[in-house]
């Protein structure tokens, strides 16, 4: 339920197909009725494009760019974005919670804020850890480390964050 769509690729595609199909209507239907619309000169394009050949370099040319467009549509399609949701675990297996990263990230900076002697925190989500980065005036700084990993470890297991591995919680000196 969670995952990226593959929306670049789908707002190309529409895009493209909603002009050249909305185009071809007017085109079909002006010419139906015998007053074009527009100053366009369908009867003279229609002509021109009529006697290309397949041969023709314009005509490789423009069939090659198409299949390159093509095939990086398709490469986009395939390959997922990256998820806007971290799952949260819930009791009922019909209930599906998301949380945003940014969100989550300023959960657990605030979590790691809390800890006595810790100035300022930034927290950085990556597909395998969390990374925790402490900047403090500390002297002990072993035991601060290891309230900060408990107090972001406890935070991330409170809210049920289906994310990274382990917590990594790394030193930064004021001053």
Known sequence: MLRPGRSPAGVVVALTASVVLSSAAVMTVG????????????????NGAGAWSWSDPATVAVAFLLIVVGLLLLGLAAVPGRTRLVPLESGDPLTVMGLTRSGLRRTLRQAAESVNEVGR?????TSQDVEVTVFTDADRTGPLLRRVGAAVGDRLAGLG???????????????
């Open 31 to 46: 010419l139906m009725m015998g007053s074009p619309v527009g100053r366009v000169p369908y009867r003279r394009l229609v």
């Open 121 to 125: 925190a930034r927290v950085r989500l």
């Open 161 to 175: 964050a289906m994310c990274g591995g382990e917590v990594v919680v790394r030193l930064r000196r004021r001053g």
